[in-house]
């Protein structure tokens, strides 16, 4: 990299949740300064962390400048953009031009974006490539819990056979209440937005779209599928009764939305109540199928400001420790 | 299919084999093997029970094999329904008629519906069932669970399976 070997200096694109979690851990972390951050109204140069976000909780803008995100991106030199717009599954942007042309001018990138990776894994992992700069995304699939570096770094020894898992928080609250206190789906549906769990337009996450976009991300980093949103099958969560929750309790059953990586689906399974992947509340989980270390698998938060940011952080210390 | 064999051999060493080559050269794959020394006939005797899968259209070779070994069979059974699942459907399960949903399955010949759980709320409302099927085998059940795949998405009734396990326990399991 180009900056000073003992600061990492990084922007941030996109400060909703996601964004102000990020600057607000990354206050705690010595050497990482963040030298710009872009919201949709405009740009924070050289920002206070603390005073952008007590603006942003107070409704006030950040800006403090002309720059747009992508003059961020292609003329402020720093080493890390951390991309972490909202998801647009249609098209994958703004972030996938904020992603290419981080790429093009040969900065690393950090996303928790699921857009852009889902548009265009293959052009953006060969940009990186090709431009000798890293693109990390642990955050895109299950927010705080590890799976992208816990596959490619810890588990570097086994093949990966299949990873399944409850990639969907939302998904999971709403099945996990529906079950345990005999609610109907609306009801529970109702409440999950009121808690800020669901959207008011539940659609992306109810209908699978979510865990679609993470099983196309796994299949393409771990299996070299090549697969976009097409090639999933993709069945939801809105048909499910209580009555059948029940009647699968009494068979000793949960019902979870599982998204198998190999198989490309994402589909309401039903799974034994003792088994590891019958995570409850908002928790995720995955099982990764190995050859030679078995079936492994991992729970956490899916979800969440700082946890999220937890993910983005781990991907920008590991760019730290490769380059010294 | 799985088979289990009441035999008697010659009380002499190296019966065994006379059951076992007829077996395996049918492609048989031998589950248990029980030699009754304590239970001697009168016709001096031992008892043999052996539990086996096999191509069931083999099973009269086999037979004229062991026979032929000098190898006496004194029953046959077969063993049919041992792999057994769960599956839960929703939607408009009576509309859609139950009857034929459970005879298109009985009619396979390898599988069947074995308990069905109903629950309706209301009348105009969607129903769910637990269906549990049981099969001749693991291969049987994957295909019976495949046809009632196929009926749920012809009804448009939503299918949902068990987690397809890898040797850990839950899910499909087999039954003696």
Known sequence: MRNSQSTLTLSIIGFGAVGQGVATIVQNVPHIKVVAIADSKGVARMPDLNDVLARKRGGQPIANSNLTALDVIRTIDHDVVVEVTPTNIQGGEPGLTHVREALKNKRNVVTSNKGPLVA????????????GVALRYEATVGGAMPIVNLIRDTLAGARVLDIRGVLNGTCNYILTRMAEEALDYDQVLSEAQDMGIAEADPTYDVAGIDTACKVIILANAFFGRHATFADVDVTGIDRITQ????????????????GDVQELTVSPKLIPIAHPLNVSGTLNAASILTDTAGEITVAGKGAGSIETASAILSDVLSLMRDRT | MRISMDLELQDRPGQLKHVLTPISDLGG???????????????????VSVIFD??????????????????????????????????????????TNLRETIDEIDGTGFAEVQDLSLSMPAIDGPSSAVITIMATGDEELKKSIGILRQI?????????????????????????
């Open chain 2, 152 to 176: 749920a998405e012809r009804k448009d009734l939503l299918f949902i399976e068990p987690l397809d396990e890898r040797g850990s326990p839950g899910g499909v399991s087999n039954e003696e």
């Open chain 2, 29 to 47: 794959n031998i589950a248990s093997i029980v030699h009754h020394h304590d239970k001697k006939t009168f016709r001096n005797t031992v008892p």
């Open chain 1, 243 to 258: 009555d059948a929750l029940q009647l699968a309790r009494q068979r000793g059953f949960a019902v979870k939305l599982v």
């Open chain 2, 54 to 95: 096999i191509e069931e259209q083999t099973l009269e070779e086999l037979q004229e094999g062991l026979e032929k070994n000098g190898v006496a069979i004194v029953r046959i059974g077969k063993m049919r329904l041992r792999a057994r699942t769960h599956i839960l459907l929703i939607g408009h399960i009576i509309h």
């Open chain 1, 120 to 131: 265009a894994f293959d052009e953006l992992t060969q940009l990186a490539y090709t431009n």
